[in-house]
């Protein structure tokens, strides 16, 4: 079957949502590692980092039919233009849902923003983007290896220190918006019918893109 072009655009838009998100994760946790390494805490490493684990085990290593691996997958044997830079994420063995093997998440997630990083770039031409992912990766990682590197008994204690927790961040917001604004434009290119039909029925989902693909596939509007 023919790769249909609308399915490719969503699953390239949900790569830059993805990548966006990923990038926003980074920088908090870099926020998180300035506050240990300026304690001299090791310690801190597990919960600065919690929410890209979380992160990466829903939405990557997600069991869903549409998880971003799912995707990659399906944009890999959709081009082989895509396939040459997806294949790093693809060839490393994955990790069951839930998993806590901490390190291995850990590299997973650098090299799928790595990857997501390389299709912007070469796809959207969004070398910014691209750029200011590398960046972040670039300098978290440094951070732990810093973090990591700390003895236990350099650490700092101040008895009026009390455990920061990671900043929350405003990710879900801003991937809502990212995902209403695809909706709108896969939406502006179907008849008044079923856009206004498909719209409603994907209003109170959880996933929107996943819906509004059932939708199209439903309604036989992609191949």
């Not at 908090?28 to 992160?55: C, F, Q």
């Not at 990659?72 to 849902?97: G, W």
């Not at 990710?171 to 290119?189: F, H, M, P, R, W």
Request: hydrophobic share 40%; aromatic share 4%; with cysteine.
């Amino acid at each position: 079957m023919v790769h249909d072009p609308l399915m490719e655009a969503l699953e390239l838009e949900t790569v830059k949502v993805a990548l966006r998100s990923a990038i926003a994760l980074c920088r908090e946790a870099s926020i998180g590692a300035d506050e240990a390494l300026k304690w001299n805490d090791s310690s801190r490493v597990m919960p600065m980092m919690r929410p890209i684990y979380t992160w990466f085990n829903e939405n990557y290593t997600s069991t869903s039919g549409y998880s971003l691996r799912v995707r990659l997958v399906s944009l890999a044997k959709s081009n082989k233009k895509y396939e040459q830079v997806i294949k790093p994420i693809l060839d490393v063995p994955e990790l069951p849902r839930d998993s806590d093997n901490r390190v291995g998440i850990e590299s997973r997630f650098f090299t799928l923003i790595e990857v997501l990083s390389e299709l912007v770039k070469r796809f959207f031409n969004d070398a910014q983007l691209a750029s200011s992912a590398m960046g972040a990766v670039t300098g978290l990682r440094e951070k732990l290896r810093k973090l990591r590197s700390i003895r236990h008994d350099d650490i700092g204690v101040d008895p009026r220190r009390i455990e920061p927790e990671v900043k929350k961040t405003n990710i879900i917001s801003q991937q809502n918006s990212q995902v209403e604004v695809l909706v709108n434009q896969v939406l502006s290119g179907l008849s008044p019918k079923d856009a206004g039909e498909i719209r409603q029925a994907i209003a109170k989902t959880d996933n929107k893109i996943a819906a509004l693909q059932r939708e199209l596939q439903r309604r036989n509007l992609v191949a």
